[in-house]
T-cell receptor, first 112, second 115 residues
């Protein structure tokens, strides 16, 4: 059974600080990794994906992947109150398989 | 306006009834998916379909059925055999190019409550 683990939180971060969200996965063969943001009562929306070791930046968001440690993280710089949401990590095991395995999410609260 | 639509937004069902949740997309995506989300839980895959007239069971298919007669549509039926159907149901779609960035995009969801 493939597993994706996230700290459920809540994680509280002051406005303007860096929020760091972590995710570990059990299947060493996993290839693609996705971060979704989900506001309360709403559907998930894609923030970014990563599939190569290292960092990938998109605006205030940076995804970091370390396949050797089976670890993926999301950094949010200059955190804003509008970033308060649950962040879901999702993992796909290979490029030809569209199935995603989701973590349970980390609830992030930005404190003004 | 491209996107994924789900209807209804809220649905109430009596025990023993079958209900069908609608999912339509105009993104020309090949693949479509149904997930279930319970409070404090991640998303669990119910069924998915890569092409018309073909679909596969996900991790929790028991008590559910689907059809894929058109590329744009992937309705989900929650049958009376589903023992605990109260949940938030999410439909998603993606291209099927076999690339690392093939991304699933979600509809707004249907919240089903069994009375």
């Amino acid at each position: 059974q493939k597993e994706v683990e996230q700290n459920s939180g809540p994680l509280s971060v002051p406005e303007g600080a860096i929020a760091s969200l972590n995710c570990t996965y059990s299947d060493r063969g996993s290839q693609s990794f996705f971060w979704y943001r989900q506001y309360s009562g709403k559907s998930p929306e894609l923030i970014m994906f990563i599939y190569s070791n290292g960092d990938k930046e998109d605006g205030r968001f940076t995804a970091q992947l370390n396949k050797a440690s089976q670890y993926v993280s999301l950094l949010i710089r200059d955190s804003q109150p509008s970033d308060s949401a649950t962040y879901l990590c999702a993992v796909r095991d290979n490029f030809g398989n569209e199935k995603l395995t989701f973590g349970t999410g980390t609830r992030l609260t930005i404190i003004p | 306006d491209g996107g994924i639509t789900q209807s209804p937004k809220y649905l109430f069902r009596k025990e023993g009834q079958n209900v069908t949740l609608s999912c339509e997309q105009n993104l020309n995506h090949d693949a479509m998916y149904w997930y279930r989300q319970d409070p404090g839980q991640g998303l669990r895959l119910i069924y998915y379909s890569q092409i018309v007239n073909d679909f596969q069971k996900g991790d929790i298919a028991e008590g559910y059925s689907v059809s894929r007669e058109k590329k744009e549509s992937f309705p989900l039926t929650v049958t009376s055999a589903q023992k605990n159907p109260t949940a938030f149901y999410l439909c998603a779609s993606s291209i099927w190019a076999g690339g690392p960035g093939d991304t699933q995009y979600f509809g707004p969801g249907t919240r089903l409550t069994v009375l």
